[in-house]
């Protein structure tokens, strides 16, 4: 990105400026929050058995869903659009768009919201398995001005999402903290919850704390990215919740349960 256009997104969106000034204070802040990383171990599954433990489903549901995605143009669209992100806006495993698309087609939310958008891949798998429900909206929340940070050069947030796919989507811009209470208090009430924005600890607890109390009961906290740090295994703790962990992502089911009477309330 030219100089020029550079200061012109700092003038215009002043929060840029402050982010990026103190990301070093925030990130040796999060390394001190990296205690417990060895317990991430302990939660970690296989995707059959998370999605066994949060929907009951059987391994012959999990393969026909893995099955009908595999064979859809949509994934090798997919596969095609991640051949031109190189290294814009983070990796991302096809596991990862498995986990998102499975989710959204077992527990069939009618509002799901998310942090991080960057070419919209998570968006695409999301937005796909609504479509598939025939049901549901998703919100994305992201920052001003990605173009050559978080996609590539030319590029907007979210290009990746198909076309017939962006009528279930709407996408807000700012800060998480500032807009997602705003975004939440309009909506009421959230079914899936997925932070993938900044992965620091401050960041992550956050969104979490602001995300859960609109949690439907029976809704779902996903969260990419959860071993960089300790903070989605702290707010487990707070909200005595049982967290799991496929790959990178991480998951808690919204139970009015106690924690200590139930081993099987959270993925």
Not at 5 to 27: G, M, Q
Not at 85 to 99: T, V
Not at 106 to 129: H, W
Not at 169 to 195: T, Y
Request: glycine share 8%.
């Amino acid at each position: 990105m030219a100089n020029g256009a550079l200061k012109l997104r700092y003038i215009r969106h002043p929060y840029l400026i402050w982010r990026t000034v103190f990301r070093p204070l925030e990130e040796r802040d999060s390394n001190r929050h990296r205690l417990r990383l060895n317990e991430y171990k302990v939660c970690t599954v296989s995707l059959e058995e998370a999605m066994g433990l949060i929907f009951g489903s059987e391994a012959s549901e999990i393969v026909a869903l893995r099955k009908q995605l595999k064979v859809s143009r949509f994934l090798k669209y997919i596969e095609s659009s991640l051949n031109q992100i190189g290294s814009y806006g983070g990796s991302m495993s096809e596991e990862y768009g498995l986990i998102l698309y499975m989710a959204v087609r077992l527990l069939r939310p009618e509002v799901v919201v998310e942090t991080g958008v960057a070419n919209g891949i998570s968006s695409s798998f999301i937005l796909k398995a609504l479509s598939e429900n025939c049901s549901g909206r998703l919100y994305s929340v992201d920052l001003h001005y990605r173009e050559g940070v978080a996609v590539p050069p030319g590029r907007k947030l979210g290009w990746v999402i198909p076309q017939e796919l962006r009528d279930r989507w709407s996408l807000l811009l700012g800060e998480s903290a500032k807009v997602l209470p705003r975004l939440l208090n309009d909506l009421g009430f959230v079914d899936i919850f997925l932070h993938d924005s900044r992965h620091l600890y401050k960041t992550m607890m956050k969104e979490y704390s602001i995300a859960w109390p609109h949690l439907r009961e029976g809704g779902l906290l996903l969260s990419d990215d959860v071993i960089e740090n300790d903070a989605f295994i702290d707010f487990a703790d707070r909200v005595k919740m049982h967290p799991v962990v496929v790959g990178r992502m991480g998951a808690i089911r919204k139970t009015t349960v106690d924690v200590d009477n139930s081993k099987n309330q959270a993925f």
